[in-house]
């Protein structure tokens, strides 16, 4: 079934709202931020949807779209967004580095748990990434076997390195460009950062994930444009040539993948990328607002509900997908992160956790004086991964990710008291 005119009619002025939108955002401040790479992102998946919604072969697995799931979205995004738009209009020059050790203490744990997997990446090399290029059945091999793990996983507790490593990734990049920013740099610090960051991208290759690659990319780029402005020229020089080196050296992989999973399909790779690429804008139009049903927090807040209610609550998407066997889509699909709370609480509840929380944020993040404390970058940083991550996938921040919200929390509220308490009690 072919898009009708009406149907690329509502995804063109999808398409277009955000066009709009970036416009006014870099007239108000023309200065290339973390909410510029944020809303391009938006723009390249609108018109990624387009692309996807008048395949000839994929434009078939797509209902008729209709108006007011797009406004919804929309609106919802820009909600998300708040935050970032109000950093771009009132930025910060400067950042008042907290008196502590914590940071760099992290960052030993975080490298340490990346070192820890290194032998498994070296022995695991040539079965790996050499046979992506090698094999054309090893992505789907790797994807599959992953797959199959997946019906245990969350049952137990294994390999801690591996969940501290996850729980930090995010941080870790916060951090990394951070340490950047300072004008006493620790160059061993920095360095161990930067090759515990790429193991990070080395791991979801080997077992054929693209998801995991693509997410921490983003979440690179992502922590540089945060951090763009506080770094000297010859350090974001250094930056783009690192990073430009790095998205090349990670799409060789990632096309390998690819070319694994769906070489031999007759739909094509360009219909599947397409189709990868922009289905959560159309997914989220045909679904999101009338699933069937509610998923109850069960993937959002997975983790939280399986502490509260274990019986009752599905331990990996596995179980998950078996328990709302009844909705008329599941996680296996993209419907944007909007899309996984309005399927998670209904639309009219995540309308009040949306306002809720990005106007605790809004309070929270207010520079004094063109300076910015750590802690009010960091819960900035957090929603900003929210917008970046989930634009064309979920919410990223689900299931045992979860962990990581409570990694950001636990360093939020420890940054914070820790300036109040300095503040209380200074240092004679």
């Not at 108000?28 to 809303?39: E, L, P, T, V, W």
């Not at 245990?152 to 490593?165: H, L, T, V, W």
């Not at 949306?354 to 063109?370: E, K």
């Amino acid at each position: 079934m072919e898009a009708s005119i009406t149907d690329n009619l509502y995804m063109v002025l999808y398409l277009l709202a955000w066009i709009v939108t970036f416009g006014w955002y870099q007239y108000k401040n023309r200065h290339a931020d973390a909410g510029s790479a944020i809303m391009l992102t938006y723009i390249l998946y609108a018109i990624v949807s387009i692309l996807s919604l008048n395949d000839p072969i994929f434009s078939s697995t797509y209902e008729p779209l209709t108006l007011f799931p797009f406004i919804y979205l929309y609106v919802m995004l820009m909600t998300a967004l708040s935050p970032t738009i109000y950093n771009h209009l009132y930025p910060a020059h400067t950042i008042n580095s907290p008196h502590t050790h914590i940071l760099s203490i992290i960052a030993v744990i975080f490298i340490f748990c990346a070192i820890v997997q290194i032998p498994n990446i070296i022995t695991n090399f040539n079965t790996g990434i050499v046979k992506l290029f090698l094999d054309n059945d090893a992505g789907k091999d790797a994807y599959m076997e992953t797959a199959k793990e997946a019906s245990d996983a969350g049952s137990n507790i294994s390999n801690i390195p591996s969940i501290i490593f996850n729980a930090l990734s995010d941080i870790s990049i916060f951090l990394c460009f951070y340490f950047l920013s300072k004008k006493e740099k620790n160059p061993w610090l920095i360095t161990g950062m930067l090759i515990s960051i790429i193991i990070g991208l080395l791991i979801p290759v080997m077992r054929g994930q693209r998801s995991g690659v693509i997410m921490s990319l983003l979440t690179v780029i992502l922590g540089y444009m945060l951090f763009r402005r506080y770094l000297s020229s010859i350090i974001n020089r250094c930056v783009q040539i690192i990073g430009l080196s790095i998205i090349i050296a990670t799409a060789l992989p990632i096309t390998a993948i690819t070319l694994s999973r769906f070489e031999s399909r007759s739909e094509g790779i360009a219909g599947f990328l397409t189709w990868y690429v922009g289905q959560a804008n159309i997914y989220f139009n045909n679904y999101a607002l009338d699933a069937g049903g509610i998923r109850n927090g069960d993937r959002t807040i997975n983790l939280a509900k399986r502490i509260i209610n274990p019986e009752d609550t599905p331990n990996n998407y596995v179980e998950r997908r078996e328990m709302y066997h009844n909705l008329e889509i599941d996680d296996y699909y993209f419907t944007t992160f909007v899309g996984d709370f309005c399927i998670d609480f209904g639309p009219v509840a995540t309308v009040f956790i949306f306002v809720i929380f990005n106007a605790f944020v809004l309070m929270q993040i207010r520079p004094r004086d063109g300076t910015i404390e750590l802690h009010q970058l960091l819960l900035l940083y957090f929603t900003m991964c929210i917008c970046m991550q989930g634009g064309m996938y979920l919410f990223n921040y689900s299931d045992t990710a979860n962990l990581q919200i409570i990694t950001f929390g636990c360093l939020y509220a420890y940054l914070r008291y820790h300036n109040c308490l300095l503040e209380h009690f200074p240092k004679t």
